[in-house]
């Protein structure tokens, strides 16, 4: 059986607040961001023993990891595979303007191979994240909980892939910042807990 795997969505960034993609564009966190992480951090220090701590090379995402983890005494790890989907040209641009102009989600689930010019496919972002999942799996026992923080669309697409074996399936999941999901992969992999923000009472 594989380990406990608590998926983190990092805290606010102003992109978030004002309905624009952020992708690959490296944003900090927002006050209210900060806040989200230290909240998740207290909580994660009064539940759980953390025997792993791993993130996206974005700032956003690490620092919210090291918000989060602040009991943790390990070495943070940074993944590359873990970070948002890129759109490339079309990043900074309103989700409303994404979806008007240039018929942005339909078009990645029509094709999973299209890509925004200079940006990633949905096919390209579901492997990339499925192989960073199973591998740090693989690194860690059943009775360890590891802790995983990356981004929105990227855990949505990764949900699609090892739960529905589609990555066109992230549709159905919609991560609040700085929510907990808790998955074990494996044979049959399980979604345990989604979208909890219980920790967020400040925000609520």
Not at 35 to 50: D, E, I, M, N, Y
Not at 53 to 70: D, E, I, N
Not at 87 to 115: P, S
């Amino acid at each position: 059986m594989s380990p406990r795997i608590l998926l983190l969505r990092h805290g606010q960034i102003l992109a978030n607040k004002e309905g624009r993609w952020h992708g690959s564009t490296d944003s900090p966190l927002t006050i209210k961001g900060r806040w989200q992480a230290f909240l998740t951090g207290r909580f994660l220090a009064k539940t759980v023993s953390l025997d792993a701590v791993y993130t996206s090379p974005l700032q956003r995402c690490r620092h919210t990891g090291a918000l989060a983890s602040k009991n943790y005494k390990g070495v943070t790890a940074v993944v590359e595979g873990l970070a948002e989907m890129s759109i490339g040209q079309w990043e900074d641009m309103e989700f409303t303007k994404l979806n008007a102009e240039h018929r942005l989600i339909e078009r990645f689930n029509t094709d999973l191979d299209w890509a925004p010019p200079e940006g990633e496919s949905l096919g390209t972002v579901a492997l990339r994240m499925q192989e960073s999942l199973l591998r740090i799996a693989d690194n860690h026992g059943a009775d360890e909980t590891v802790l995983v923080v990356s981004h929105g669309a990227a855990m949505a697409v990764a949900l699609g892939q090892l739960l529905h074996q589609d990555p066109r399936a992230w549709m159905q999941y919609r991560f609040d910042n700085c929510s907990l999901t808790e998955i074990r992969l494996g044979d049959n992999p399980s979604l345990e807990k989604f979208n909890d923000c219980s920790h967020q009472s400040l925000f609520g």
